[in-house]
């Protein structure tokens, strides 16, 4: 095992976590915050999932099931000290002093290293408006100003000005967050709020503007952009700052009037390319080097509507050439560097040698929680720069994916399937033996390189045993050799100090991982390091510091603050109750969430749909994601528009029914259902499907061979047919299956008839399109 582990690695064994670590922050004090999405008594088990009663969203006394608890317990994990597992000092709270969920919200860490949390839990799909920052110094959450839209689901990204950006997730009506936000501070210690951005649907329009998915994969660009790269196929640019370091402001208008409101930050643009692997979700995305971003694996496609293995690459390193997603990283390599084993709800960690590793996941064609033990992905795989290839590594004993804290009524979870034990990895770099580098002193606050001044920072380092408790080999020079600059077969180029953001994970995505190799001299045991050059290479916060030797072996990762030279860190804040009970009557009701300057997407939607002046094809479209047509639109809405024939596609659908709005270019047009079909899995591959269409049309109703026809104005025939349970469009996300038909959908037909046999000619008539010429009614005159 031990030969075994220098080329793959060691797992530790199992320790308890008390949860189920869902959201994972690494702190500036070197210990790990973590909550998951219930809290449970100490000492005792988690219970079985269980929903909330039937009706309980309006009614509190009915039971809310304790998977939709709005509360959270967080808890600090010091990996000095494995077994010791400590409750967070509060509860997160809001503005009203009631107690938030913060399972499935979006986080980062701020410029001062506070934790900025944005969003979270009231049910599935249904998110909070609320804003919780955590700061490790107190050891406390706070609550903040809350944004104008709630968010679950969402990402948030740090910018190199120490903002934060956050986009997308699910509203607190069930939709689509369309409009980002701004923390328009740099620090979470100050009282600041929300600054509101351009959206991408709004300003580029229904025809070229993009609903960005769930948990978009968003990254900051080396020359200050963010750029967005999945799960939708397409790549976009979002443009925050102009050449004088000014937010660019874009005016804002009012859809109903088209007249301009105010000024919103920002500007969305095409990057001009699209993944190869179109749309694929539950998977992460990495910024392996300033500018270079792997999206690995994910989706489901293929025949038997799996996970995939492919790996793509895009280069955004240089602003002077236009990016290209790739699979070939290598030049001149004729095989993709992909993944071994297929796989989606997995994680992709960077390591201070510039390595990736991916562990966890799911080869199942089933959607969430896939348990069964042929489709666990157990076998952890290692990217090296060096090689660009995909090595897999010693299994894990445990599966790491999900976590199990779901429930729907097709898949039962059982308490058992989530996981409140961990496992601590050592890559096979700390299984060699040898020596491993540690770094003695260093500064714990550094600032970027000027090249006025050419200031430089300097570290002392020593060789230490690679195995604690070990001695180091007879003849051990006392400081090691740092690994030499290096254009590796990747096209990274690396060093022997190299400089990681602390991790905050979640749902496949570290938001603000990055990693930066640095210029260093090296006399004796001093090592003379040049800084970053500026904070679109690594944007302001807390980093670890790593020395590498000339194996490539790290040292323990030294913590430091990296912050403009003019940077005032402020104060810690007193560590209030914020609690209801301590809160006074006046205090208790917090002030609403401020309106938004663009209009939402049902107002939007509104508009689009007026100005179309006719009736919609109306689309069946069920997510093979569990949470409905309403938060898992994006892909939809990007597929459809990729149908050929599609002009408009509705902004926003129907979340109770499943169902999708859209206007083809020719008014005419009767879609032919299997190449609508093939077109829209073509971009979304297996993680939708089109159950059918509904048209209304009007023309003249004649009887022809013991049945009715109706002839359009343009002169086209279809034959009319009675609506049955096989026609119903209209959707249940909970049974998963159509829902009932009704009376008057089965009784539309014999309507018609009766009033053709009593001389009715003309008629508009709305039905399900069994083919060409066939379409069963569901309403008539």
């Not at 839990?121 to 959450?141: A, Q």
């Not at 600054?195 to 300003?203: G, I, N, Y």
């Not at 004088?244 to 007249?259: L, P, Q, V, W, Y």
Request: a neutral charge; glycine letters at 10%.
């Amino acid at each position: 095992m031990a030969e075994d582990a220098v080329h793959k690695g060691r797992w530790s064994g199992l320790f308890e976590l008390q949860n189920v670590a869902v959201h994972v922050s690494l702190l500036p004090n070197g210990k790990v915050l973590y909550w998951g999405r219930r809290t449970k008594e100490k000492g005792k088990a988690l219970e079985e999932p269980r929903e909330a009663e039937e009706g309980a969203d309006n009614d509190p006394k009915k039971d809310q099931g304790n998977m939709n608890q709005h509360a959270t317990q967080a808890f600090l994990w010091d990996p000095a000290h494995p077994e010791q597992v400590q409750e967070t000092d509060n509860q997160p709270y809001d503005l009203n002093g009631d107690t938030v969920n913060l399972f499935c919200s979006g986080h980062t860490f701020l410029a001062d290293g506070t934790l900025l949390i944005a969003g979270g839990h009231i049910k599935d799909t249904w998110g909070t408006t609320t804003t919780t920052v955590y700061d490790f110094e107190t050891n406390w959450f706070y609550p903040k100003a809350q944004m104008n839209e709630g968010r679950w689901y969402p990402s948030v990204v740090a910018l190199p000005d120490g903002r934060a950006l956050v986009m997308a997730g699910a509203n607190e009506k069930n939709g689509n967050a369309i409009i980002p936000q701004i923390w328009n501070k740099q620090s979470g210690r100050e009282e600041g709020g929300w600054k509101e951005a351009s959206s991408p649907v709004l300003q580029l329009g229904v025809k070229v503007g993009v609903v960005l998915p769930l948990y978009p994969r968003v990254h900051t660009s080396p020359d200050g952009r963010v750029i967005t790269v999945g799960p939708q196929p397409k790549t976009w640019w979002f443009d925050i700052k102009n050449s004088k370091d000014e937010d660019i402001m874009t005016e804002a208008h009012n859809i109903s009037k088209g007249s301009p409101l105010a000024d919103v930050v920002g500007v969305w643009k095409s990057a001009g390319t699209k993944r190869n692997a179109m749309f694929r979700d539950y998977c992460p995305s990495v910024m392996y080097a300033p500018g270079k971003i792997m999206y690995i694996g994910g989706g489901l496609g293929g025949a038997n509507a799996s996970p995939t293995a492919d790996v793509e690459y895009l280069d955004i390193s240089d602003p002077n050439k236009p990016p290209v997603w790739t699979r070939n990283l290598v030049a001149d390599s004729e095989n993709a560097e992909d993944l071994n084993q297929a796989r989606r709800q997995f994680n992709a960690t960077l390591l201070p040698d510039g390595s990736v590793l991916v562990t966890g996941g799911t080869k199942g064609t089933r959607f969430f929680n896939d348990l069964r033990p042929e489709a666990q992905v157990k076998t952890p795989e290692l990217w090296t720069p060096d090689s660009a290839e995909w090595i897999e590594m010693n299994p894990e004993e445990v599966l790491s994916a999900g976590g199990g804290e779901y429930q729907n009524p097709d898949i039962h979870v059982k308490a058992s399937d989530c996981h409140t034990s961990a496992q601590l990895y050592n890559p096979p770099y700390l299984c060699k033996g040898g020596p491993r580098p540690f770094i003695v002193t260093a500064p714990t606050r550094i600032s970027y390189f000027k090249k006025s001044t050419f200031e430089s920072f300097q570290i002392k380092i020593k060789n230490v045993p690679s195995q604690r408790g070990t001695q180091l080999p007879a003849n051990t020079p006392p400081f090691p050799t740092l690994k030499t600059k290096k254009l590796t077969a990747s096209g990274v180029t690396t060093t022997g100090v190299s400089i990681l953001r602390l991790g905050s994970m979640t749902h496949c995505r570290n938001m603000s991982q990055s990693i930066l190799f640095l210029d260093f001299q090296q006399n004796g045991d001093t090592v003379t390091v040049v800084p970053p050059a500026h904070p679109n290479l690594a944007t302001p916060g807390y980093y670890m510091l790593f020395a590498l030797d000339q194996e490539g072996v790290p040292s323990e990762g030294f913590i430091f603050h990296l912050v403009p030279e003019e940077y005032v860190v402020p104060k810690t804040q007193p560590r209030d109750d914020f609690s209801k009970k301590a809160k006074g009557p006046k205090d208790r009701m917090a002030a609403p969430p401020p309106p938004t300057i663009q209009p939402g997407l049902r107002e939007y939607n509104e508009q689009v749909m007026a100005e179309q002046g006719r009736p919609p094809v109306v689309v069946g479209v069920t997510p093979v994601c569990p949470y409905g047509l309403g938060a898992c639109w994006g892909g939809a809405f990007d597929g459809l528009r990729r149908i050929k024939d599609v002009n408009i596609v509705a902004p926003k659908p129907s979340q109770t029914n499943a169902l999708a709005y859209v206007y083809p270019t020719d008014p005419k047009l009767i879609p032919d259902i299997d190449v609508w079909r093939k077109e829209f899995g073509d971009t979304v591959n297996a993680s939708y499907h089109i159950r059918g269409f509904e048209m209304t049309f009007d023309g003249t109703v004649t009887k022809k061979n013991n049945g009715l026809v109706l002839t359009t104005a343009w002169g086209k025939t279809l034959s009319l047919a009675p609506f049955t349970q096989a026609s119903q469009l209209k959707y249940d996300i909970k049974s998963i299956s159509a829902q009932p038909v009704t009376d008057e959908e089965t009784g539309a037909y014999g309507k018609l008839v009766k009033a053709v046999g009593a001389g009715l000619g003309k008629a508009k008539v709305t039905g399900t399109l069994q083919n060409k010429g066939n379409v069963t009614l569901s309403s008539s005159p």
